[in-house]
Antibody, heavy 119, light 106 residues
Framework: EVQLVQSGAEVKKPGESLKISCKGSGYSFPNYWIGWVRQMPGEGLEWMGIIYPADSDTKYSPSFQGQVTLSVDKSISTAYLQWSSLRASDTAMYYC????????????WGQGTLVTVSS | SYELTQPPSVSVSPGQSASITCSGSKLGDKYTSWYHQKPGQSPVLVIYQNSMRPSGIPERFSGSNSGNTATLTITGTQTMDEADYYCQAWDSSTVVFGGGTRLAVL
């Protein structure tokens, strides 16, 4: 069974750093792109970027380029999303999701990680 | 940047058909996917490659895509279909989501 399991909720202060994770299982993790999607409270889905675990090839949304960093440790089938300096506006639910081979959609989604940034 | 436009809300009576549109420039030349999201849950893929249904998605969900508009149709809508629906496509190596449509089954 394909699963993407994300790390737990985080409460941080502005200016702090954060790294959240997404662990894949039940499939060949290196060979499927992993995407990250932000959902701010009461709002829609926003694509942040994707990463290919086999070679760490990464594509960022222009809206998030320079604001976050995607990385992966394929030895433990885990993708990461990190911030070096959080802002209150980063408060949101963050989802990871898998893209099937040669496909254009996200077929499996993680359960989401809620990040709250507040002083 | 590329934009996908959806109506903010659609209402339908139980048992009737609901159609949710997604508009974008030459969208018919791209593959469109659809997701539904219920409160407090992760999005779920309901249609991919314009009209394909993943396993486990009921046959009442169907999709089409032509010209500048993709359409998700739910035939015989059930109360359990009440959710937010998002379309998604790719443009120039970037993923684009529509703004979402809240489907109310009244």
């Amino acid at each position: 069974e394909v699963q993407l399991v994300q790390s737990g909720a985080e409460v941080k202060k502005p200016g702090e750093s954060l790294k959240i994770s997404c662990k894949g299982s039940g499939y060949s993790f290196p060979n499927y792109w992993i995407g990250w999607v932000r959902q701010m409270p009461g709002e829609g889905l926003e694509w942040m970027g994707i990463i290919y675990p086999a070679d760490s090839d990464t594509k960022y949304s222009p809206s998030f380029q320079g604001q976050v960093t995607l990385s992966v440790d394929k030895s433990i089938s885990t993708a990461y999303l990190q911030w070096s300096s959080l802002r209150a506006s980063d408060t949101a639910m963050y989802y990871c999701a898998r893209i099937p081979v040669a496909a254009s959609h996200f077929d499996y989604w993680g359960q989401g990680t809620l990040v709250t940034v507040s002083s | 940047s590329y934009e996908l436009t959806q109506p903010p809300s659609v209402s339908v009576s139980p048992g009737q058909s609901a159609s949710i549109t997604c508009s974008g420039s030459k969208l018919g030349d791209k593959y469109t996917s659809w997701y539904h999201q219920k409160p407090g849950q992760s999005p779920v893929l309901v249609i991919y490659q314009n009209s394909m249904r993943p396993s486990g998605i009921p046959e009442r969900f169907s999709g089409s895509n032509s010209g500048n508009t993709a359409t998700l149709t739910i035939t015989g809508t059930q109360t359990m279909d009440e959710a937010d629906y998002y379309c998604q496509a790719w443009d120039s190596s970037t993923v684009v989501f529509g703004g979402g449509t809240r489907l109310a089954v009244l």
